[in-house]
């Protein structure tokens, strides 16, 4: 998310008022000057009021002036890479608890900062919606595909976790209008899953995806929910992204009951312990 701010007033820029558009071009022109300035400042080098700059804010999800140019400067801020320590042989007990917490903890904070809210809000509004969902993965994302399930399930949502390419062809090929395909993938590469999304799309169906950008699966979604993929391959590499995914799955559970008007906190038991007997 750190970098996307500017390109997403850039796109939407043709779509703006004439006004909006002012306040834009000064953002995008000089970001690090903007950040700086006071809304009457920003007004004035704009020629526009100051309602316009609250409703530009708000365009992009903002409360106000103020959590826009926090925003805005922590998207100067260049991410630094995803700092992940490698395990070696002879590292001790400690230092692996240590590496393998550091490595989570690191992925999460990336994924804080790459994930965009409109992405989660607008799948979120479909899977809600959608009168049957079906969780496609494969690999490692079978884990993040059988607890969306769990916690969908909870919800009072009709879904599966679909596992096994015969199961997965066999609704993909049936799909129909109202029902969303949900679909788990590290990179958005793997060629089942592109051509399920293909499948699912052809019989009406909604594809919601959470991958990479850029990917050929994104090419074939309808909402995507972009997790940037770890492009490293040793063992714990894999633990960092599927957190990730986790993540979103936990974030989808809770937009939705809070889009369909659930109450907190006994209206959201997907984000609670198993509910079985104590002793």
């Known amino acids: 998310m750190t970098t996307s701010l500017l ?34 400042s920003l007004s004035q080098k704009s020629g526009v009021s100051d309602p316009t700059i609250m409703r530009f804010c708000r365009r992009f999800g903002f409360e106000g ?20 320590e490698q395990i070696i042989s002879g590292d001790s007990i400690a230092n692996i608890v240590r590496k393998t917490a550091r490595n989570s903890l690191n992925a999460i904070q990336r994924a804080l900062e790459d994930l965009e ?6 799948a979120a509004r479909r899977l809600q919606a959608a009168t ?24 009072g949502i009709r879904c599966e976790a679909l596992i096994g390419r015969k199961k997965q062809w066999l609704h993909a090929e049936t799909s129909r209008p109202g029902e969303v395909a949900l679909i788990f ?4 590469h793997t060629k089942q899953m592109v051509d399920i999304a293909t499948a699912a799309r052809a019989g009406g169906a909604q594809v919601v995806s959470v991958t990479a950008a850029d990917s050929p699966l994104s090419a074939v979604t309808d909402a995507l929910v972009a997790v940037v993929p770890y492009d490293r391959t040793e063992l714990l590499t894999p633990l960092a992204s599927r957190l990730n995914h986790h993540l979103v799955v936990n974030m989808l559970v809770t937009s939705i009951a809070m889009i369909g008007g659930s109450e ?5 038991p997907a984000l609670d312990s198993w509910q079985t007997e104590k002793i």
């Open 7 to 40: 390109q997403r007033i850039l796109s939407e820029r043709e779509a703006m008022g004439a006004a909006e558009r002012r306040v834009a071009d000064v953002v995008a022109t000089d970001p690090g000057a903007v950040i700086h300035m006071s809304m009457a």
């Open 65 to 84: 002036y103020g959590d826009f140019k926090l925003f805005l400067a922590q998207s100067l801020v260049p991410s630094a890479p995803f700092a992940y």
């Open 117 to 122: 809210p409109p992405q989660l809000e607008e």
């Open 132 to 155: 049957w969902i079906g969780i496609y993965a494969s690999g490692i994302s079978e884990i993040t595909a059988l607890d969306a399930e769990h916690k969908f399930q909870r919800l």
């Open 185 to 188: 993938s590290q990179s958005g």
């Open 264 to 268: 907190f906190p006994d209206q959201l």
